[in-house]
């Protein structure tokens, strides 16, 4: 038997072993989240939208008492706050 034959089957063992390294690098690189950190996530994009709808809906409120308008300026602002937030939500989102 010549030595041609142990040395490739340590060659291709080598490579086999490489190739394992590799991929689990790769595993631990694009790792699926734990479930906190979707949580967490969650809650961001959660606040990111609220946040601005809650700011035009007491901006509102404040010109409405300041005019004495009713909901003239409430109602716009709640809206131009959810979009605002639900825009913010989108960038971040495709950041992620």
Known sequence: MSEAGP???RDSMAEASQLAAERREMQR???????????GQVGVLGWT?????????FLG????????????????????GAGAGLWLAWKWMSRQ
Do not use: H, Q, T
């Open 29 to 39: 690189r694009n790792a699926e989240p734990s479930l906190g950190r979707r949580l």
């Open 61 to 80: 409120r404040w010109l409405d008492k300041m005019y004495d308008m009713g909901v003239f300026f409430s109602a716009p602002l709640v809206m131009i």
């Open 49 to 57: 939208i609220v946040l601005p709808a809650l700011a035009g809906l």
């Open 7 to 9: 040395e490739r089957e």
